[in-house]
């Protein structure tokens, strides 16, 4: 039933399967679906020990929020390589041709200014943006909130600018590549600093702990702000352009 | 209890349905949203499970977030493959020499 | 907790080191200067892992060491875990990352895709050897993550068609497969609270919830590992992607799902496990090691008959469910399958790699208009024959005596049949290996005016070289049965976690 699995790119709504199969399929998840709901209501959820014992070492996360201390201090290494994750796309994702601007910044391109209206208010939701991801990313550490959202809407702002077209960015400028790899080395360069003083990777001096989780959720909101813009920029102008020549057109 | 089944099946019916989705339809968006469906049926199984009577668990809303992070990696991957596929196609019908 | 035991302070070296090369390969702009870094690092990495290839003789070894990073300690925060299993793998991919490296500093010279290789490369190396020291569930599942979407963007950098759709499937099934993974992850951390190996493997007992959540982690690893219903996309991906890459997804990618399989199903979640699903599981392989064969001997294309041949060789490592499944010879069975593993992952490497060499030399690799190629690629030949000798089983070579020692458990646990799938299943590797080698040893008495086609790129002799250490690896390992077997045996078995591990 997996044969083929090939991506169309035409019909909407044609299946590749015929009808008889895909009844089949149906009543097989149905079937399996049923057993797995019957097995989770008959068992009996595990008590909380984990949240328990993290309440007890919150104090000495460095943070208030319980999310942010199992995303940044109890579970740091699974963050850290979730960043990677991104980074790897950033990469995958990036042109090849080296014939472009040598600055990050976004290039204005006045020919297509002519939205009065979209761009008075982006003159006032870019600032806005900022403010919202500058105060996310600070009260992450108290209340929900925190690298990846603040990064988000960074981001969003970025896609803003982008959709008016009178900006480009410029993603293999030297200066881009610093911004997308920022947030994985200041984590992995924190996490061994840290090791060297207490003689474990990624743990945390006590005392230090509140400013170092600060110092590595700035790099990582920069680096998914820029990881996350990069993707939009890159898919919403690449149009139909082959990978050996889509630089030319970003 | 009676709130934690309903949350905990739906997250399985969700899942359920994004798995059908993603081996019955064809397109290639239609299979993406089918399998990001997959994934919120998994998020909505684990906040489910977070939530206990006294006190929540931070743990698995750790877990969503990383999860949502790695879902949003991999469909951009896979429209960039997309997009260049596209392209491929359209350079081969714009030089059939080649 | 017992970071002072031997080796444990440099044991998150082996994922901070490819990291830190991923980054350093992003930054670098001198195309020659990545080249370089990247053989640097590889060296690194091989020498911060070596003191469990020098201390292995004495048997001063902790069975399996544990690493709490961020100082917490499972079940609050995630450790490393390293045992003889682990230790084989991570050497193993240690020494392969380092010959591949060298290999693609050669291939991608002067090309434009080796600013994005050598990143994605080691994020990919990063992930393996993340998964050979994972000690918890859901961070398993990140690596997973890391492990799948670095492979599709390597595939994708061949550029052509074939390669960007081959690579869009691969990466929609492997989503497919972390999801249904994460679901059974999540179903276990609902049903025991943890998501640490060796706590999971205390609590575990056999009740329907458990059932569940290994079938789904199951599944969504096997469709990671192409076992046969599941193969579909394996043969177009590792077929239609860069030698070097088509190299590691064969050698060592499809082989880390592998690894958690077995993790799960001898150790984690081994109380749920029933005679009935490892009979499943054996069989499944025994159909793979047919049907791999048979597919590899009607490809057309070279990389695809290497490729199909994978399917095939997959099929043996399902082998070890059924035998050890039948209790007194786990330790045996196992030994057997990871010296499989080694052994594959040398001979399939030096064969793509040659595979590679033939495709680059001849511009196409259309087995029918290979006839005689012989005359004009003797090293890549030569090569492709002596890594075919591994994948058959013939002595003496490191297939042999993987090929035996499975032959020797199957028997001494009364299961003969399995024994005569692993018979056929190298008698039809040699049909397709000799049918490449028939045709490419012809005599071709060429008609004036046919001069055989110019080379279209010239392959530097580093490449073959490369391909040559590799296929002599593959041979010597026949050799030096001993050294492995005591380094696995350093872990004593793969069952580290249930055995107390985490104390």
Redesign the interface.
């Given at each position: 039933?997996?044969?083929?699995?090939?991506?169309?790119?035409?019909?909407?709504?044609?299946?590749?399967?015929p009808r008889v199969a895909?009844v089949l399929?149906?009543s097989v998840?149905?079937a399996?679906?049923a057993?797995?709901?019957?097995?989770?209501?008959?068992?009996d959820?595990?008590?909380?020990?984990?949240?328990?014992?993290?309440?007890e070492?919150l104090a000495t996360s460095g943070v208030e929020n319980?999310?942010t201390?199992?995303?940044l201090?109890?579970?740091?290494?699974?963050?850290l390589?979730?960043i990677?994750?991104?980074?790897?796309?950033a990469?995958?994702?990036?042109p090849?041709?080296s014939s472009q601007p040598r600055i990050v910044a976004p290039s204005t391109n006045n020919e297509s200014a002519t939205n009065l209206v979209l761009t008075s208010l982006l003159r006032w939701l870019i600032p806005l943006s900022v403010l919202v991801g500058g105060y996310l990313l600070w009260t992450g550490a108290y209340a929900p909130g925190?690298a990846?959202q603040a990064g988000a809407v960074l981001a969003a702002a970025g896609v803003a600018l982008a959709l008016t077209e009178r900006y480009q960015f410029g993603w293999q400028s030297?200066g881009a590549?610093?911004l997308i790899?920022a947030g994985?080395?200041i984590f992995?360069a924190t996490?061994?600093v840290s090791?060297m003083v207490?003689?474990?990777?990624?743990?945390?001096p006590v005392t230090y702990a509140a400013t170092l989780i600060l110092v590595v959720e700035i790099a990582a909101t920069v680096s998914?702000a820029a990881i996350?813009l990069q993707?939009f920029t890159?898919?919403a102008r690449?149009?139909?352009?082959?990978?050996?020549?889509?630089g030319a057109s970003s | 209890m009676t709130p934690d089944i309903i949350y905990s099946g739906a997250g399985m019916v969700v899942f359920a349905m994004g798995l059908y989705g993603v081996i019955a339809s064809a397109h290639i968006l239609r299979k993406l949203v089918a399998i990001n469906i997959m994934g919120i049926g998994v998020f909505m199984l684990l906040i489910a499970t977070a939530h206990h009577d006294t006190l929540i668990d931070p743990v698995p809303h750790a877990m969503v977030l990383t999860g949502i992070v790695v879902a949003v990696a991999g469909t951009a991957l896979c429209l960039w493959l997309a997009v260049v596929i596209r392209g491929l196609e359209h350079d081969a019908a714009s030089h059939p020499s080649q | 907790m017992n970071n002072s035991l031997f080796g444990t302070p440099l044991l998150p070296l082996a994922v901070v080191i490819p990291l830190i090369a991923a980054i350093v390969s992003l930054l670098l702009t001198s195309p020659r200067a990545r080249s370089i870094t990247g053989i640097g690092f590889a060296t690194l990495l091989l020498f911060a892992l070596a003191p469990w290839l020098w201390h292995t003789p004495g048997a001063d070894l902790p069975t399996s060491v544990r690493y709490a990073l961020g100082g917490w300690g499972a079940p609050l925060g995630i450790d490393l875990h390293l045992d003889g299993f682990a230790t084989v793998l991570l050497l193993s991919t240690a020494a392969l990352v380092l010959v591949l490296s060298i290999y693609s500093a050669f291939y991608f010279a002067g090309q434009s895709q080796a600013a994005r290789f050598w990143p994605l490369w080691w994020m990919l190396v990063a992930g393996l050897n993340g998964v050979f020291l994972a000690a918890d569930a859901f961070n398993v599942y990140v690596l997973l993550e890391i492990i799948g979407l670095a492979s599709v963007a390597l595939v994708a950098l061949a550029g052509t068609r074939e390669a960007c759709t081959a690579a869009l499937r691969y990466a929609l099934v492997g989503l497919l497969g972390s999801l249904c993974y994460l679901l059974g992850v999540a179903l276990l951390y609902r049903h025991y609270g943890t998501l640490d190996f060796a706590q999971l493997a205390d609590l575990a007992q056999a009740d329907p919830l458990t059932w569940a959540a290994l079938a789904l982690v199951t599944a969504g690893l096997l469709l990671k590992t192409a076992l046969l219903p599941l193969h579909f996309w394996l043969p177009s991906a590792h077929a239609n992607a860069p030698a070097p890459v088509s190299a590691v997804l064969s050698a060592l990618v499809v082989k880390a799902s592998f690894y958690l399989i077995a993790r799960y199903w001898l150790d984690i979640l081994s109380p749920a496990v029933t005679d009935l699903g490892s009979m499943l599981l054996g069989l499944l392989g025994a159909v793979a090691v047919i049907w791999g064969c048979v597919a590899a001997f009607r490809a057309h294309r070279l990389k695809l008959l290497v490729a199909y041949s994978t399917v095939a060789q997959l099929g043996y490592l399902f082998l070890l469910f059924p035998l050890a499944a039948s209790g007194t010879d786990t330790h045996m069975a196992l030994e057997a399958v990871v010296y499989f593993i080694v052994a594959h992952a040398l001979a399939k490497a030096a064969m793509f790699l040659a595979a590679g060499n033939i495709l680059r030399a001849c511009g196409h690799d259309d087995i029918a208009r290979l006839r005689g190629v012989a005359g004009q690629q003797p090293a890549s030949l030569f090569i492709f024959a002596i890594a075919g000798v591994s994948l058959i089983g013939l002595p003496p070579s490191g297939g042999f005596i993987a090929k035996w020692l499975l032959l020797n458990t199957a028997i001494s646990s009364g299961q003969w049949w399995w024994a005569v799938v692993v018979l056929c299943g190298g008698l039809l590797a040699a049909l397709y290996i000799f049918k490449v080698l028939n045709l490419a040893f012809v005599r071709v008495d060429l008609p004036s005016g046919q001069i055989p086609q110019p080379v279209s790129a010239p392959t530097h002799a580093g490449m073959t070289l490369c391909a040559f250490a590799l296929a002599i690896g593959a041979v010597a390992l026949g050799f030096s049965a001993e050294w492995l077997v005591t380094l696995l045996d350093a872990g004593s078995s793969v069952t580290t976690f249930s055995q107390g591990a985490g104390t």
């Open positions: 039933m997996f044969r083929e699995m090939s991506p169309s790119f035409t019909d909407t709504h044609a299946s590749t399967l895909r399929v149906a998840i149905t399996g679906g057993a797995l709901l019957l097995a989770t209501l008959r068992t959820k595990a008590p909380p020990e984990l949240a328990v014992l993290v309440s070492q319980p999310v201390a199992v995303l201090n109890f579970r740091s290494y699974d963050t390589l979730e990677a994750v991104l980074l790897i796309v990469i995958a994702m990036q090849h041709a925190g990846f030297a590549q610093w790899s994985l080395a992995i996490g061994i090791g207490t003689g474990t990777f990624l743990q945390y998914i996350l993707l890159r898919l690449a149009d139909v352009t082959s990978p050996h020549t889509s | - | -």
